[in-house]
């Protein structure tokens, strides 16, 4: 049974920072792509940052609105992805998820998601 969970959101202030971690069982995660998207109320779910496989270079990429502030990171010996988030603005909050995608399988597993609040 696949499983995706994350932990480490919670409510912050305005530029502070947070670290999500998703820790993925179930698969061979060193074969997925990782990705973290987030869903704010009344919007579309967006890609926040994805990182690729070290058999496609373990590059990354990142939404416009988040380049710069965020970092997305794996840990496969863990299989863990993480998010740090600095320089949190209001429009960060949202409902974060883990994601993977299988580069061999092509499936997709998402997490149950974790909510980020940043206000004052």
């Known amino acids: 049974q696949v499983q995706l969970v994350e932990s480490g959101g919670g409510l912050v202030q305005p530029g502070g920072s947070l670290r999500l971690s998703c820790v993925a069982s179930g698969i061979d995660f060193s074969n997925y792509n990782m990705a973290w998207y987030r869903q704010a109320p009344g919007k579309q779910r967006e890609l926040v940052a994805r990182?690729?496989?070290?058999?496609?270079?373990?590059?990354?990429n990142y939404a416009d609105s988040v380049q710069g502030r965020f970092v997305i990171s794996r840990e496969n010996g863990k299989n863990t992805v993480y998010l740090q988030m600095n320089s949190l603005k209001p429009e960060d909050t949202a409902v974060y998820y883990c994601?993977?995608?299988?580069?061999?399988?092509?499936?997709?597993?998402w997490g149950q998601g974790i909510q980020v609040t940043v206000s004052s």
């Open positions: 990182i690729f496989t070290s058999i496609f270079g373990g590059g990354t």
């Open positions: 994601n993977a995608e299988g580069i061999l399988t092509k499936r997709t597993y």
